[in-house]
């Protein structure tokens, strides 16, 4: 499988952009980037994803790199509620399941 | 519209005992995924049902097993319960089986092994 590469943690303040950044290298053409996110004590919860091109939604945006051996998630302006782990999962075309790493751990402080 | 919904949301059960966790998904959804959540970790991918077959099956030992219903409700079943399985258990529907869909995922099963 895919490997992406996230940092272990981030801060944010309140109401400022933030840029959660993700590496996966080894991507293939097939494989599309989703991020998750978890807040504390309750499952995860889908944010966003893209194949190719950037993606705009009501909870994030997602820049992908032209060579699409990066993604950035961006969250225009952090709440208090956006605290939580944020998971950047390749998803091979075909195939339904997700492959979680570590992600990166997002506080925000007031 | 109701959620995924698992139950039960909490056990404890002791060394060697078998369990089950059932998953209702969203109404519509086919598929199901199950995951397990170590704590301080990304869940971990075990089965994958779509349209009552099995899609996809995670680096899991044979102790655990699962099926998906006509109704696409699922079961994960796990025997010969060992201490290092206790873990979140979590379940996640989506309205395909492929890549470029979005999974829901219920609040989870916390089983304690004692």
């Known amino acids: 499988d895919a490997k992406t590469t996230q940092p272990n943690s981030m801060e944010s303040n309140e109401e400022e952009p933030v840029h959660l950044p993700c590496n996966h290298s080894?991507?293939?053409?097939?494989?599309?980037i989703h991020w998750y996110r978890q807040l504390p004590s309750q499952g995860p919860e889908y944010v966003i994803h893209g194949l190719t091109s950037n993606v705009n939604n009501r909870m994030a945006s997602l820049a992908i790199a032209e060579d699409r051996k990066s993604s950035t998630l961006i969250l225009h302006r952090a709440t208090l509620r956006d605290a939580a782990v944020y998971y950047c999962?390749?998803?091979?075309?075909?195939?339904?399941?997700?492959?979680f790493g570590k992600g990166t751990k997002l506080s925000v402080k007031p | 519209d109701a959620g995924v919904t698992q139950s039960p949301t909490h056990l404890i059960k002791t060394r060697g005992q078998h369990v089950t966790l059932r998953c209702s998904p969203i109404?519509?959804?086919?598929?199901v995924s199950w995951y397990q959540q170590v704590l301080g970790q990304g869940p971990q991918f075990i089965f994958q049902?779509?349209?009552?077959?099995?899609?996809g099956r995670g680096n899991f030992p044979d102790r655990f097993s699962a099926r998906q219903f006509p109704n696409y409700s699922s079961e994960l079943n796990v025997n010969a319960l060992l201490l290092g399985d206790s873990a979140l258990y979590l379940c996640a529907s989506s309205p395909r089986g492929a890549g470029n869909t979005e999974a829901f995922f219920g609040q989870g099963t916390r089983l304690t092994v004692v």
């Open positions: 999962i390749l998803k091979l075309g075909s195939q339904g399941n997700l492959i």
């Open positions: 049902y779509y349209e009552k077959e099995e899609r």
């Open positions: 080894t991507i293939s053409g097939t494989d599309y």
């Open positions: 109404s519509g959804h086919k598929s």
